[in-house]
Antibody, heavy 118, light 108 residues
Framework: QLQLQESGPGLVKPSETLSLTCTVS??????????WGWIRQPPGKGLEWIGS???????YYNPSLKSRVTISVDTSKNQFSLKLSSVTAADTAVYYC??????????WGQGTLVTVSS | EIVMTQSPATLSVSPGERATLSCRAS??????LAWYQQKPGQAPRLLIY???TRATGIPARFSGSGSGTEFTLTISSLQSEDFAVYYC??????????FGQGTKLEIK
């Protein structure tokens, strides 16, 4: 049973870069069965897909965020990461890492709140 | 980008009654449609994928239907634990996907 856990700063200043890491346990991030993704949810609002990555490094980004997003994978640490640059208050949200709709199930982290404020 | 529109935004239903939630896609997504349930402070939980297949452990009172651009989630007899927010998600161009804005199911 896969488990995912987000980690990173809970407070980021405007114009800086938000950085989060997702640690995967209970399975290999190098498995061909999973795509790894980041989804966010502003307080009181709906879910927004940010991007996805395959263990090979292939990435897919939400067009509305593509210019500011980088997702990477570190197979040696069984982790994948999110970087979102030039953040504003509109980027304040709960950020989830997930492996949704995989061959073996649907897996999400618990989510981590990131607040953008000076 | 495929836009998913859910209706209604809020649905008030009494326990034991049937709830019907709708989701419309701006273009055909075939049967590449999932439904999620989210409760406050929790990550979304997968209910339905492939438009009509229940995920592991999901009670039979949850059912999904539709294809193309029109989809429905039906909860046949509402239990207290079913009051939550429900999202549809299209994944026709996997691993890219989009969510609807959600329907809040509240107790009448």
């Amino acid at each position: 049973q896969l488990q995912l856990q987000e980690s990173g700063p809970g407070l980021v200043k405007p114009s800086e870069t938000l950085s989060l890491t997702c640690t995967v346990s209970g399975g290999s991030i190098s498995s061909s069965s999973y795509y790894w993704g980041w989804i966010r949810q502003p307080p009181g609002k709906g879910l927004e897909w940010i991007g996805s990555i395959y263990y090979s490094g292939s990435t897919y980004y939400n067009p509305s965020l593509k210019s500011r997003v980088t997702i990477s994978v570190d197979t040696s640490k069984n982790q994948f990461s999110l970087k979102l640059s030039s953040v504003t208050a509109a980027d304040t949200a709960v950020y989830y890492c997930a492996s949704p709709l995989s061959d073996y199930g649907d897996y999400w982290g618990q989510g981590t709140l990131v607040t953008v404020s000076s | 980008e495929i836009v998913m529109t859910q209706s209604p935004a809020t649905l008030s239903v009494s326990p034991g009654e049937r709830a019907t939630l709708s989701c419309r896609a701006s273009q055909s997504v075939s049967s590449n449609l999932a439904w999620y349930q989210q409760k406050p402070g929790q990550a979304p939980r997968l209910l339905i994928y492939g438009a009509s297949t229940r995920a592991t452990g999901i009670p039979a009172r949850f059912s999904g239907s539709g294809s193309g651009t029109e989809f429905t989630l039906t909860i046949s007899s509402l239990q207290s634990e079913d009051f939550a927010v429900y999202y549809c998600q299209q994944y026709n161009n996997w691993p890219q996907y989009t969510f609807g804005q959600g329907t809040k199911l509240e107790i009448k």
